[in-house]
T-cell receptor
Framework: DVKVTQSSRYLVKRTGEKVFLECVQD?????MFWYRQDPGLGLRLIYF???????EKGDIPEGYSVSREKKERFSLILESASTNQTSMYLC?????????????FGPGTRLTVT | GENVEQHPSTLSVQEGDSAVIKCTYS??????FPWYKQELGKRPQLIID?????GEKKDQRIAVTLNKTAKHFSLHITETQPEDSAVYFC????????????FGTGTRLLVSP
């Protein structure tokens, strides 16, 4: 079974803090993704990575950065947290290859910025 | 970019009824059409998918139908059960060198006993 884990289930941070969210997958997947989930807005892609040290902007990258130093680990960084970044953050991974689209999700991190 | 819409946003049915959720998309290059289910407090999980060379796929009580000409696909659940209560997301995918999915805004299905 694919296992995707995230470093925290719940996180409370103050405005202006630097925040790190970490995601680890154990199935040697090439692709990794960060989404945020807000009520009524579905899942919106922040950043994704298709290889170590490679990253691509998603639909809402502003205010975020990412790091992928190892294949199994993909980190989301909020350089200076703001209250509008309060959300559920979901990490996902998938295999590369033309036939491989299925994404496997982590349990999510609910971030509150006060 | 891809514009994805799901309807309805909320659907309430009685146990045993059928439920249908429709997803429309804009990118004609989309070639993969999955549905994800997210139970309360859980992570989204793939429940069924279809590729662009197939019109319909069925797996027990769930099915997905695709109309590429009209750019929409639908999730059909028959004989609904309370455990089908969840939020369902469509997520059409395009391979532009990377396999990206664009998620819809979700449909909350409530199945009452």
């Amino acid at each position: 079974d694919v296992k995707v884990t995230q470093s925290s289930r719940y996180l409370v941070k103050r405005t202006g803090e630097k925040v790190f969210l970490e995601c680890v997958q154990d199935m040697d997947h090439e692709n990794m993704f960060w989404y945020r989930q807000d009520p009524g807005l579905g899942l919106r892609l922040i950043y994704f990575s298709y290889d170590v040290k490679m990253k691509e902007k998603g639909d809402i990258p502003e205010g975020y950065s990412v790091s992928r130093e190892k294949k199994e680990r993909f980190s989301l960084i909020l350089e200076s947290a703001s209250t509008n970044q309060t959300s559920m953050y979901l990490c996902a991974s998938s295999l590369s290859g033309l036939a491989n689209y299925e994404q496997y999700f982590g349990p999510g991190t609910r971030l509150t910025v006060t | 970019g891809e514009n994805v819409e799901q309807h309805p946003s909320t659907l309430s049915v009685q146990e045993g009824d059928s439920a249908v959720i429709k997803c429309t998309y804009s990118d004609s290059a989309s070639n993969y059409f999955p549905w994800y289910k997210q139970e309360l407090g859980k992570r989204p999980q793939l429940i069924i998918d279809i590729r662009s060379n197939v019109g319909e796929k069925k797996d027990q009580r769930i099915a997905v139908t695709l109309n590429k000409t009209a750019k929409h696909f639908s999730l059909h659940i028959t004989e609904t059960q309370p455990e089908d209560s969840a939020v369902y997301f469509c997520a059409p995918g395009t391979n532009t060198g990377f396999q990206k999915l664009v998620f819809g805004t979700g449909t909350r299905l409530l199945v009452s006993p």
